[in-house]
Antibody
């Protein structure tokens, strides 16, 4: 059974930094792209970033480009999101979401399993 | 950026009836469109991909259709557990991957 478990969400002040983690199990981690998707309180889903299985390619939403960095450790089967220069509009529940593959562009962006999310609150 | 626009924002339907949810893309895209269901306090669940293919374990009451810019999710014989928020998503022309704003399906 695929499992994704996010952690690291906290209350942080504007301008601060935070690193989120997503521990994976139940599938061949290095063969699948993984994304971060966030959901502000009471709002819809917003894709944040994706990383390919071997970590060679990364893509970001414009709203986080230059501030957030996605990475992965395939030996530890863990995905990360380093978040710098945080703003109040970064406040959200952050999900990691597994892609359906690692080759075709479509397989990177289609999410067949999701974690339960970790809450990041940016406020003074 | 491909903008996905869902309608209506809220749909009220009686149990046992059929619900039809719409999603319009801002430009023509290949059928790399997915639908997700999200219940309160839960993560999204993949229902439909490639516009019309049901994901593993999704009952036949859920069906997707469409092409170009117009896509539809139809749910027949509504039961209490089907009342949730539904999101469409395009994964055809990206980055960015984009979602619709969601349709809340509520009990009438």
């Amino acid at each position: 059974e695929v499992q994704l478990l996010e952690s690291g969400g906290l209350l942080v002040q504007p301008g601060g930094s935070l690193r989120l983690s997503c521990a994976a199990s139940g599938f061949d981690f290095s063969n699948f792209a993984i994304s971060w998707v966030r959901q502000a309180p009471g709002k819809g889903l917003e894709w944040v970033s994706v990383i390919t299985g071997r970590g060679h390619m990364t893509y970001y939403a414009e709203s986080v480009k230059g501030r957030f960095t996605i990475s992965r450790d395939n030996d530890k089967k863990t995905l990360y999101l380093q978040m710098n220069t945080l703003r109040p509009d970064d406040t959200a529940l952050y999900y990691c979401a597994k892609g359906t593959g690692d080759n075709a562009l479509s397989s990177l962006g289609l999410f067949d399993s999701w974690g339960r999310g970790t809450l990041v609150t940016v406020s003074s | 950026e491909i903008v996905m626009t869902q309608s209506p924002a809220t749909l009220s339907v009686s149990p046992g009836e059929r619900a039809t949810l719409s999603c319009r893309a801002s430009e023509s895209i290949s059928p790399n469109v997915a639908w997700y269901q999200q219940k309160p306090g839960q993560a999204p669940r993949l229902l439909i991909y490639f516009a019309s293919i049901r994901a593993t374990g999704v009952p036949a009451k859920f069906s997707g259709s469409g092409s170009g810019t117009e896509f539809t999710l139809t749910i027949t014989s509504l039961e209490s557990e089907d009342f949730a928020v539904y999101y469409c998503q395009q994964y055809d022309k990206w980055p960015p991957i984009t979602f619709g704003q969601g349709t809340r399906l509520e009990i009438k």
